[in-house]
């Protein structure tokens, strides 16, 4: 390259400024290398969290590791016996959402990089529906799901017909 347009000490000083970005470009990533330093993850990179999960955790105790995504909770069925206690655990893969169970005191803020935890009895069977509260975008009204609290009974039913 010709540098004749511009001054030589300036030439001279724009060189010495490439050379040190050069420096110190190979210095950050022959240090990370060596030391074995690796680019950050994310909770949502590994079980359960990558796709979210209800574990049985003791008898009639539950913890739900759910995912909210645009424009999606995963999972968003969750079939549990009535007695049930469920420990929630809400993560994000993406933007900021909400989590808000219909009839229970249980209303969290689902973000990228944090768990949220809440505890919650179902006693009494029925269907409680769960929402996104936080406004997340396009779909974000579409962002649903549902608890199904079954009778004992209708949920030993349940689990056989399911395999579980
Ligand atoms: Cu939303």
């Given at each position: 390259m010709r540098w004749n347009f511009i001054d030589?000490?300036?030439?001279?000083?724009?060189?010495?400024?490439?050379?040190?970005?050069?420096?110190?470009?190979?210095a950050v990533i022959g240090i990370a290398l060596l030391k074995g330093i690796d680019v950050p993850t994310c909770v949502t990179d590994f079980k359960p969290f990558d796709k979210g999960e209800l574990i049985q955790v003791g008898p009639k105790e539950y913890q739900l590791k759910l995912l909210g995504r645009m424009w999606a909770f995963?999972?968003?069925e969750i079939v549990i016996p009535a007695g049930s206690k469920v420990t929630i655990y809400t993560t994000s893969l993406d933007?900021?959402?909400g989590f808000e169970i219909e009839g229970k005191a249980v209303n969290l803020m689902v973000i990228p990089?944090?768990?949220?935890?809440?505890?919650?009895v179902?006693?009494?069977?029925?269907e409680y529906r769960f929402v996104c509260n936080e406004f997340c975008g396009i779909g974000h009204?579409?962002?649903?799901?549902?608890?199904?609290?079954?009778?004992?009974?209708?949920?030993?039913?349940?689990?056989?017909?399911?395999?579980?």
């Open positions: 030589e000490y300036e030439a001279w000083a724009m060189k010495l400024s490439y050379g040190m970005v050069l420096v110190f470009f190979v995963q999972p968003n933007v900021q959402h990089g944090a768990v949220n935890k809440a505890e919650v179902f006693n009494r069977p029925g009204q579409g962002m649903f799901g549902v608890f199904k609290v079954l009778p004992e009974v209708e949920y030993d039913k349940w689990k056989k017909e399911h395999g579980k």
